[in-house]
C-alpha cells in the first residue's frame, strides 16, 4: 500500500491486491491497524508530506502533488485536519 500514495485512494484496488473483496480488506485491516484503510492512507500521506516539508526545500503544491492530493488547497485543508498547523507552518518547525 505504501506504494500507492500518490495514487488516488481506491479500495476496490487495493482489496484485489490482496485478493479480497472490499469487505473482507476493509475488516482484516481495521482488525490489524486498528484504522480503515482510508484513515491510515490520510495519515502515512500526511507523514510523507511532513517528511518532505522538513526534508526538502520542493514546493507546497509539489509536495501536496507528490503525496497524493490533486491540489494545494485539499493538502492543506487535510494537513491541517491531522497536524493542527498549515504545511507552511509545520516547515517552519
Not at 3 to 27: K, N, V
Not at 50 to 67: V, W, Y
Request: glycine share 6%; proline share 3%.
Amino acid at each position: 500500500m505504501e506504494a500507492h500514495l500518490a495514487e488516488p485512494f481506491d479500495l476496490d484496488f487495493l482489496a484485489g491486491l490482496y485478493g479480497m473483496s472490499r469487505f473482507h480488506f476493509s475488516r482484516s485491516f481495521h482488525n490489524t491497524m486498528g484504522q480503515s484503510p482510508s484513515r491510515w492512507f490520510i495519515r502515512r500521506r500526511v507523514d510523507h508530506a511532513k517528511e518532505l516539508l522538513s526534508q526538502t526545500n520542493r514546493s507546497i503544491i509539489e509536495i501536496a502533488l507528490t503525496s497524493g492530493y490533486e491540489s494545494a488547497s485539499h493538502f492543506a485543508q487535510m494537513f491541517r485536519r491531522e497536524t493542527g498547523i498549515s504545511p507552511r507552518d509545520s516547515r517552519k518547525l
